[in-house]
């Protein structure tokens, strides 16, 4: 009898890849652009993983709906024209990431990638990192209701084919572990992103990884 798929879903920003400083020069021209006073960048690394509306509603609370759309709006155009015009910084996968990646794919593993990025700002990170090939679900913000909901691990499970049982999320803040739980999926943070070690185990993390190499061994309930 075959051993039961299994299943472990990556978030990017924070996770896969250190973006920090492009979110937070987005952030910073889509403000400053509507004449708004940028968040500092604590707050902006605060909301890193939901979707940009939900982001902005956390950003500019004191604004309407309309302002904070316009804001994701400018964000997302910001982004664009700073990858469009070359000026992006670089944004590095995290050290072992990829041999990290490639080894799980090579045990069996399917793989998958659950964001708040847009399908276009994920297909450009993995290309340009050469992992797309490992990957065999993708879910973004531009399919899917923002993180906590758990949508994009739930469609996750069934283009894979696997069952919460055989699922585990893998995220660096609060909003995973918490779209975890909601998902019925097994939780693991990541300590080197952008939420406290505290913020993911009040969130629902099964458990918290200091560093990449302590990942395999924690993928699985002891």
Same mark, same amino acid.
């Given at each position: 009898?075959? +051993?039961?798929?299994?299943?472990?879903?990556?978030?990017?920003?924070?996770?896969?890849?250190?973006?920090? $400083?492009?979110?937070?020069?987005?952030?910073?021209?889509?403000?400053?652009?509507?004449?708004?006073?940028?968040? +500092?960048?604590?707050?902006?690394?605060?909301?890193?993983?939901?979707?940009?509306?939900?982001?902005?509603?956390?950003?500019?609370? $004191?604004?309407?709906?309309?302002?904070?759309?316009?804001?994701?709006?400018?964000?997302?155009?910001?982004?664009?024209?700073?990858?469009?015009?070359?000026?992006?910084?670089?944004? +590095?996968?995290?050290?072992?990431?990829?041999?990290?990646?490639?080894?799980?794919?090579?045990?069996?593993? *399917?793989?998958?990638?659950?964001?708040?990025?847009?399908?276009?700002?994920?297909? #450009?990170?993995?290309?340009?990192?050469?992992?797309?090939?490992?990957?065999?679900? *993708?879910?973004?913000?531009?399919? #899917? +209701?923002?993180?906590?909901?758990?949508?994009?691990? *739930?469609?996750?499970?069934?283009?894979?084919?696997?069952?919460?049982?055989?699922?585990?999320?893998?995220?660096?803040?609060?909003?995973?572990?918490?779209?975890?739980?909601?998902?019925?999926?097994?939780?693991?943070?990541?300590?080197?992103?952008? #939420?406290?070690?505290?913020?993911?185990?009040?969130?629902?993390?099964?458990?918290?990884?200091?560093?990449?190499?302590?990942?395999?061994?924690?993928?699985?309930?002891?």
């Amino acid at each position: 009898m075959s +051993p039961p798929l299994r299943l472990a879903v990556f978030d990017c920003d924070g996770t896969l890849v250190d973006s920090q $400083a492009n979110i937070c020069r987005a952030a910073e021209q889509a403000f400053r652009g509507l004449g708004l006073d940028a968040p +500092p960048r604590e707050a902006v690394r605060s909301i890193v993983g939901l979707s940009l509306v939900e982001a902005m509603r956390v950003l500019a609370p $004191a604004e309407d709906d309309a302002m904070q759309r316009r804001l994701a709006a400018d964000y997302k155009d910001a982004f664009f024209a700073m990858r469009h015009a070359g000026t992006l910084d670089e944004e +590095p996968l995290f050290e072992g990431i990829g041999a990290l990646v490639a080894r799980l794919d090579a045990q069996g593993w *399917l793989l998958g990638v659950a964001t708040g990025k847009s399908d276009r700002g994920l297909a #450009h990170v993995l290309d340009h990192h050469g992992l797309a090939r490992h990957f065999v679900t *993708l879910q973004t913000a531009d399919r #899917h +209701p923002s993180k906590p909901d758990p949508s994009m691990l *739930l469609t996750a499970m069934a283009e894979a084919g696997t069952t919460p049982q055989d699922t585990v999320m893998i995220g660096d803040t609060s909003f995973d572990m918490a779209m975890a739980k909601a998902a019925g999926v097994r939780a693991v943070g990541v300590a080197w992103g952008y #939420h406290g070690i505290r913020e993911m185990i009040d969130a629902g993390a099964d458990v918290v990884a200091e560093r990449v190499a302590d990942l395999p061994a924690l993928l699985v309930p002891a």
